[in-house]
């Protein structure tokens, strides 16, 4: 069965680094596209970055254009986000989301999603 196991969340001070990854099992991962959302109490599920199948194209939202970078290693079927200038508001769970064959980035067309590991930014 599709599997997406998140790691590598923790507490960074602002303006820190954080790399985050998203192990995929039971589907052929180089074939979907991934993205990353993240979610908090008050701002519900925040789309933040997605990835095409060969991770030629990347797409991003415009609250972690310029720190945060998704990529992917088909091979190693894992998917990651490398955070930087942290942010006190980027403190959130943190899931990955596997998609269609086509790009997409509504959340509705995300069919199998991670339990999220948590990125909490605090001085």
């Known amino acids: 069965q599709v599997q997406l196991v998140e790691s590598g969340g923790g507490l960074a001070q602002p303006g820190g680094s954080l790399r985050i990854s998203c192990a995929a099992s039971g589907f052929t991962f180089g074939t979907y596209v991934m993205s990353w959302a993240r979610q908090t109490p008050g701002k519900g599920l925040e789309w933040i970055a997605g990835?095409?199948?060969?991770?030629?194209?990347?797409y991003y939202a415009d609250s972690v254009t310029g720190r945060f970078t998704i990529s992917r290693d088909n091979a190693k079927n894992t998917l990651y986000l490398q955070m930087n200038n942290l942010k006190f508001e980027d403190t959130a769970l943190y899931s990955c989301a596997k998609g269609g064959e086509i790009w997409s980035l509504l959340l509705q067309d995300y069919d199998y999603w991670g339990q999220g590991t948590q990125v909490t930014v605090s001085s």
């Open positions: 990835i095409s199948s060969d991770g030629t194209n990347t």
